[in-house]
């Protein structure tokens, strides 16, 4: 009988990843090749993995999901947001701290914010996940870097042709109030966004299939991130037993560059939880077996 296979893509998107020339087009306001704003190391040959995949195992695939990092310019972990005590910009990758914010080390460029910020960065310190990370902008929407890397396009898209499905997208990080490296939930909910609240209806979803593959960047946090929260769901909801429905492609995920130990235990600590850890390859394998068999 013909199993359940879901893939679910996470933040494929041109700004996290590391793009050759001939992927980059001509920005034609300034007449230069557009760039990626966070690229991550490996990420292109992981799309072009993950493309494949999707393009010898269609048949197989039962659900297609992309997760889409769409943030304002103007965003809570942009630099566009603070401003240093001596007037300077603040560069990406600086992190900041509510004690920084305290001691006005950094400070909202619009002074008004500043009792949401500390709110803010008091609630994301407190549930001991991360910190506040001044990222480059990216991922703005309506930009080329928001847009889905082309090759994992062209897969889903003829995926979508063949099965007459629809490849469902979920955006997150839009409220520019608080960071949301998780595809389900933001870092810091906001009560009176839903979108930034747990996404129960999309998890539980994930949670009618046989299997849910799992691909996308960064390993070191948006992946990182939701999977930990689906992991909870399930185990929660369902029993240690059901994080066997989830299988990271190690092939087609990479860290973001200094983020590498932080994501080897995250792979540690999900297959000691019963995740399964996969190449693509192995997944190929189990989509050829499945297109064979009877609906």
């Not at 050759?20 to 300034?30: E, F, M, N, S």
């Not at 557009?34 to 490996?42: I, K, N, R, S």
């Not at 300077?88 to 914010?101: L, M, N, R």
């Not at 870097?145 to 839009?174: C, M, P």
């Amino acid at each position: 009988m013909k199993r359940t296979l879901h893939l679910l893509m996470i933040d494929p998107q041109n700004d996290f990843c590391d793009l050759p020339a001939g992927y980059l087009p001509i920005d034609p306001v300034t007449g230069q090749p557009l760039a990626p704003a966070l690229p991550v190391p490996g990420a292109h040959a992981d799309m072009l993995r993950l493309a494949g995949l999707i393009n010898r195992g269609r048949a197989g695939i039962t659900a297609i999901s992309v997760t889409l990092d769409a943030h304002h310019r103007f965003d809570i972990a942009h630099p566009t947001f603070w401003i240093a005590a001596d007037g300077a910009a603040v560069p990406p990758f600086t992190e900041i701290s509510a004690a920084d914010v305290r001691a006005r080390r950094y400070l909202p460029r619009h002074l008004a914010a500043l009792p949401i910020a500390l709110n803010y960065l008091d609630r994301l310190e407190a549930a001991g996940r991360y910190r506040l990370m001044v990222w480059p902008v990216h991922c703005e929407i309506g930009s080329w870097g928001h847009n889905v890397h082309a090759d994992v396009r062209a897969a889903y898209g003829h995926w979508e042709e063949a099965s007459l499905g629809i490849v469902a997208k979920l955006a997150k990080g839009s409220n520019p109030w608080t960071e949301h490296y998780s595809a389900v939930q933001a870092e810091v909910p906001d009560a009176d966004d839903p979108d930034t609240q747990f996404n129960t209806q999309f998890v539980r979803t994930l949670a009618t299939a046989d299997r849910v593959y799992i691909a996308g960047e960064a390993g070191s946090h948006c992946v990182k991130a939701t999977v930990e929260h689906i992991a909870d769901y399930f185990e929660r909801e369902y029993g240690t037993a059901a994080l066997g429905k989830l299988a990271l492609l190690t092939d087609c995920i990479s860290p973001v560059t200094g983020f590498d130990a932080q994501y080897q235990h995250f792979l540690r600590t999900m297959a000691a939880r019963g995740v399964h850890l996969l190449p693509a390859a192995d997944a190929l394998a189990e989509l050829i077996a499945n297109a064979g068999e009877p609906a």
